[in-house]
């Protein structure tokens, strides 16, 4: 008989369920921010990152060989549609005012979550590109992605809803320089290594 939910306790699952979890338990904190607010930002985000994941699918960019609902739809769904607007939400809520301040900023989100897809790519069965796709088109994709939400958010999300960070916080010698300046440069690395890699 043919199994309609992945419940294995595999490395897949773990990850899957945790990325899940994570996204409604900060969804939650957003919508008892301001559920019209944040929630509509919420679903827009949602909409739209699943629209795309749908067409790079189709299109035959990439795959994705194990989804914890594999007769439901020929994407994780679920994640997608959680993960992706919980990472708009936190962007729009913090991000700086000033956009030369807002580049750093995103640029350090992006990193983090591109190092966490090419874990998945690398280390997991969650995601196979395919048809000319790469590491690069995923990062231009990232930064077009949560660029348009941060404008859109703008204009969705009141002054009083949202945290920016504080620029001197930002500043050179500060916590938030240093934390900005390792995350990239980490990352940096690790890109250059996986492409070697993949060059080999």
């Known amino acids: 008989m043919e199994t ?3 419940i294995n306790p595999n490395r897949e699952t773990l990850v899957l369920l945790g990325a899940i979890s994570i996204g409604v338990l900060g ?3 957003y919508i008892k921010l301001s559920w019209k607010h944040y929630g509509m ?5 949602a ?8 067409l790079f699918v189709n299109f035959g960019f990439y795959t994705f060989p194990y989804r914890l609902l594999p007769k439901l739809s020929e994407m994780p769904i679920i ?13 729009v809520r913090y991000s ?4 030369p301040w807002k580049i750093p900023f995103y640029w350090t989100i992006i990193h983090v979550g591109i190092f966490l897809e090419t874990i998945m790519l690398t280390g997991t069965r969650l995601i196979e590109y395919q048809f000319k796709w790469d590491l690069w088109d995923s990062y231009t994709w990232w930064w077009i992605y949560f660029l348009i939400f941060e404008w859109i958010g703008g204009m969705i999300v009141p002054e009083h809803l949202r945290k920016p960070l504080q620029i001197r916080h930002l500043t050179y010698g500060k916590i938030g320089w240093f934390l900005i300046h390792f995350i990239l440069i980490i990352t940096i690395f690790l890109g250059g290594y996986y492409l070697g890699l993949t060059q080999q």
């Open 96 to 99: 700086p005012k000033p956009w």
């Open 47 to 54: 909409f739209i990152g699943n629209i795309l994941c749908f």
């Open 79 to 91: 994640a997608v549609t959680i993960t992706f607007p919980l990472l708009v939400l936190v962007g």
């Open 4 to 6: 309609y939910i992945n």
């Open 41 to 45: 930002l919420f679903l827009m985000s």
């Open 27 to 29: 969804l939650i904190y």
